[in-house]
């Protein structure tokens, strides 16, 4: 997991970068405390498409269970926008945006924590 704050580059003191907006996302999942621990790690799945993506599906919302995410505790993300930009994963008629992103660039640059009710 990340030491340092995801808008921050280590060595620089951890004062925030104004060059990187943090952006905030969210991760469903029963897998909370695992997470938390150990890191993220890739998944595959067709995400609601015909073809089979790898990685961490995240969203700028805490979208719920009927939206095909499973588990009831919900983590949230701190990381640079720019870092996650080419990530993003543009669906119609949906009313949040979303990415899949790999495991290894949220554990690098992520700062996360459990959603607090």
């Known amino acids: 997991m990340s030491t340092h704050p995801a808008w921050s580059s280590p060595g620089d003191d951890l004062e925030p970068n104004p060059t990187h907006q943090a952006m905030r996302l ?15 790690k890739d998944s595959s799945d067709a995400y609601r498409m015909n073809s089979c993506y790898r990685g961490v599906w995240v969203s700028d919302s805490p979208v719920d269970a009927h939206d095909a995410t499973d588990g ?16 993003e994963w543009v669906e119609e008629g949906v009313d949040y945006r979303e990415w899949i992103v790999p495991a290894e660039l949220l554990n690098r640059l992520g700062v996360v924590e459990m959603m607090k009710d």
């Open 26 to 40: 969210y991760h469903r999942t029963s897998a909370a405390n695992t997470i938390l621990t150990r890191g993220f």
């Open 72 to 87: 009831d505790e919900v983590l949230v993300i701190e990381i640079p926008e720019s870092a996650i930009a080419e990530y």
